[in-house]
């Protein structure tokens, strides 16, 4: 939903696609960075999403007014190239479904240090995200 991304979509492109996960038995997901949360419960009713991305930082703030309305979320926490990241995300992270930790950027291609990358152990729902391919996936999940 995000204008300035080279894979947004508009609504009627976004409600076909989240039929067709649907369909298929996926879930459909709407990646959000900087819209409000009524913005976001907007898009998710109207294109009957199964969750919401908060991939910015103005998103973030909207998590707990989203989480309000029943939306399901999906939040992303930054790690840093050094397997480190803010400790107030974490705080953040705990009131979504599941959280992805991803390289600092996002869409990069680069990993971070998964060796001294510890996550959280008060979110066990989490999925490890950043410069994975089928080269690293192996050495990503010791």
Not at 5 to 22: G, K
Not at 60 to 80: E, F, H, M, N
């Amino acid at each position: 939903a995000w204008p300035k991304s080279r894979r947004s979509v508009d609504m009627q492109t976004l409600t076909e696609i989240a039929a067709a996960a649907r369909f298929y038995g996926a879930r459909s997901v709407g990646v959000f960075v900087d819209e409000t949360a009524d913005q976001m419960q907007e898009v998710h009713s109207h294109a009957k999403l199964d969750l919401v991305q908060l991939h910015g930082a103005p998103a973030r703030t909207q998590l707990s007014a989203l989480k309000s309305t029943g939306v399901p979320v999906i939040d992303v926490v930054d790690v840093r190239a050094d397997g480190e990241y803010d400790a107030q995300s974490t705080e953040r992270s705990c009131a979504s479904e599941f959280t992805i930790y991803d390289a600092k950027g996002g869409g990069t291609g680069e990993a971070f240090d998964w060796a001294r990358f510890s996550p959280p152990r008060e979110n066990p729902a989490w999925v490890l995200a950043g410069g994975l391919s089928p080269e690293n996936v192996a050495e990503a999940v010791r």
